[in-house]
């Protein structure tokens, strides 16, 4: 079991920035993926980023690569994703998410992913 809980969401202007917060409660550590997801009403969920921690690699999406980015410090168990010229259309709930099974071409795949935080409101106008 692992317990993931966001923070650092708020209202920003277009063009600003955020930097959102994944605290990690993990006992076992092994290799595995955390990412960063968000959803819009009405919409799917989608991937914004991920991280490997077994090869330290990282994924951004198209979408947001150039603005987004995605780290983690392991002594301290948080996971980042600063968010920097930020438009309305990020404006989403962005979620956290670990798994032990995502393969690195399935990053994007929301159900490789087991744990999931509560969500951090992102709104950008």
Same mark, same amino acid.
């Given at each position: 079991h692992v317990q993931l809980? !966001? *923070?650092g969401g708020g209202s920003v202007q277009a063009g =600003? *920035?955020?930097r959102l917060s994944c605290e990690i409660s993990l006992y076992i550590y092994s290799s595995y993926c955390m990412g960063w997801f968000r959803q819009a009403p =009405?919409? !799917?969920r989608e991937a914004v980023a991920a991280h490997y921690t077994g090869t330290a690699t990282k994924y951004v999406a198209d979408s947001v690569k150039g603005r987004f980015d995605i780290s983690q410090d392991n002594a301290k168990n948080v996971l980042y994703l600063e968010m920097n010229n930020l438009q309305p259309e990020?404006?989403?709930m962005y979620y956290c998410a670990a798994g032990w099974r995502v393969t690195r071409t399935a990053w994007r795949n929301v159900d490789d992913y087991t744990?999931? =935080?509560q969500g951090t409101q992102v709104t950008v106008s």
């Open positions: 809980v !966001e *923070s =600003g *920035s955020l =009405g919409k !799917e990020d404006t989403a744990n999931w =935080g």
